[in-house]
């Protein structure tokens, strides 16, 4: 086989990646991360939190609220890039072979809802500025005008992923540094418009009837971002060339510094009395303004497709590795196109977000677990062999989901994410996801070590 064709393997199907073949160091990573970060989840998360916090709160919930379950997780970077393999791949170590099956189907069919909220953040930035300009018609409405800019921001952002690893590493470098100059310009002109007291001293527009629910949703919203990069671990670690720069590039480019844009919505939704942060760039009144935000929105959902699509392609092929890299781009993108037809989707965040909570806190608190007890050694043969490989009971690590069930219990009676309900009265008292973290994590550790799995 040509080496041309070897690498394609590599970078766009299963094969682990040797040391020399790896091409994300530490600066590489945080450029990924920031722009993966610095889009639609924490524009929409920092509007929420600020809709119903003061900034004095809002602030630190934000930041603690994505780093610290971040932390939680983050040695899940090291397990990929020490194998150099795939997410999903590696998972197999803990889960059973067939178990992780169940995991992959979440994976792929939750992420679809990330890419629309990239898309739609984009299209509802564009709208408002081609209003700004003076533009009349279909395009200036949030339907079908957001949806339309969100087609066009996921098929820019799809192709980009197609391109593969090299084009978005030489894309990410120069995209992060713009949206970061861009970001924290954008936080000096909010507080030279409205000034540090009026910003620190305005009450949140829609808080919750008391103060106890608006902390301990706007926590639970954080929480389930900060839980979610579990799933997104290995797709790049796994290039990285080092565990170390795996380790440190994500957990800073995915915390404290993409967060800063979490933090600047969360000042805008106080201030300007909206969610969407797109509604400060028509609230300042100027041209130039305007236009440079339609710029920081437009990189940064754009980026932040890409980033999406790629790995999801990668973990597609990685279980069926003979499709083609452009059909499991497709596969990973056409269920975002029907998202996007309606604006609906765009207002149920928070309801995603609680969702999300529970689903990568639990499987990022058994991988954790697992880590505990075995510092993730993995026989990489064994992960590669469906039919020799981790059995554990007919492909199934059953005190995984056992653990799974506990904190599923938890979570749903503590918070019901659709209705925002709780059955057993603790919440507003704790939140729900992170408590579900720690039940899954013990109640997996004590059980594997009493069956003496694997």
């Known amino acids: 086989m ?15 990646l040797k040391r020399t073949e790896r091409i994300y160091g530490f600066l590489d990573f945080l450029a990924i991360q920031i722009c993966f970060g610095i889009a639609a989840w924490f524009f929409l998360v920092g509007g929420l939190t600020g809709s119903v916090l003061p900034a004095r709160e809002a602030i630190p919930v934000v930041l603690f609220g994505n780093a ?19 997410q999903f791949i590696g998972s197999r170590g803990v889960w059973g072979h067939k178990g992780t099956d169940v995991w992959f189907w979440i994976y792929i069919t939750s992420s679809f809802g990330w890419i629309a909220y990239a898309a739609f953040l984009f299209g509802e930035s564009a709208i408002k500025v081609v209003g700004f300009l003076g533009v009349t018609g279909a395009l200036t409405q949030e339907s079908p005008g957001a949806s339309i800019f969100a087609f066009v921001a996921t098929f820019i952002g799809l192709f980009i992923a197609f391109k593969g690893p090299n084009v978005l590493k030489w894309f990410m470098r120069f995209a992060a540094v713009f949206m970061m100059a861009i970001l924290i310009g954008f936080i000096y002109l909010l507080f030279s418009k409205y000034g540090l007291q009026h910003i620190m001293t305005t009450p949140p527009p829609e808080p919750f009837e008391s103060v106890a629910w608006s902390r301990a949703s706007a926590l639970e919203w954080n929480v389930g971002l900060g839980f979610s990069w579990a799933f997104w671990y290995g797709q790049w670690t796994r290039l990285s060339k080092s565990e170390m720069h795996a380790y440190h590039g994500c957990q800073w480019g995915w915390g404290i510094l993409a967060a800063v844009a979490g933090v600047f919505s969360a000042l805008t939704a106080i201030v300007v009395g909206s969610f969407d942060p797109t509604d400060w760039i028509v609230s300042v009144g100027s041209l130039g303004v305007a236009t440079i935000g339609l710029l920081l929105f437009a990189i940064a959902n754009i980026s932040s497709i890409g980033t999406l699509i790629y790995p999801m392609s990668i973990t597609l092929r990685s279980r069926f590795p003979q499709l083609k890299w452009v059909i499991a781009i497709l596969i990973c993108s056409i269920p975002a196109f029907i998202l996007e037809t309606t604006p609906t989707v765009f207002y ?13 806190g639990v499987y990022g608190a058994i991988m954790i677990g697992d880590y505990l007890l075995t510092r993730g050694n993995y026989k990489l043969r064994e ?17 995984g989901f056992v653990a ?17 309900e709780s ?12 408590p579900a973290y720690f039940i899954a994590l013990i109640v997996y550790v004590v059980l594997a070590k009493a069956t003496r799995i694997r």
């Not at 040509?2 to 970078?11: G, L, S």
């Not at 040695?75 to 795939?86: D, H, K, M, S």
């Not at 992960?383 to 005190?399: C, D, H, M, Q, T």
């Open 348 to 360: 149920s965040y928070g309801n995603y977000l609680a969702i999300i909570a529970f689903i990568t």
């Open 404 to 420: 799974t069930v506990a904190a599923g219990i938890f979570y749903l009676t503590t918070i019901n994410p659709i209705t925002w």
């Open 2 to 16: 040509p080496e041309e064709e070897i690498k394609k393997d590599v970078f766009f199907n299963l094969l682990p």
């Open 423 to 434: 059955y057993n009265g603790l919440f507003p008292k704790i939140t729900a996801g992170l």
């Open 68 to 86: 610290f379950p971040l932390f939680l997780i983050s040695p899940l970077a090291v397990i990929f890039a020490r194998y150099g393999i795939e």
């Open 383 to 399: 992960l590669y062999n469906r039919k020799e490989g981790y059995k554990y009971w007919k492909g199934f690590n059953i005190p």
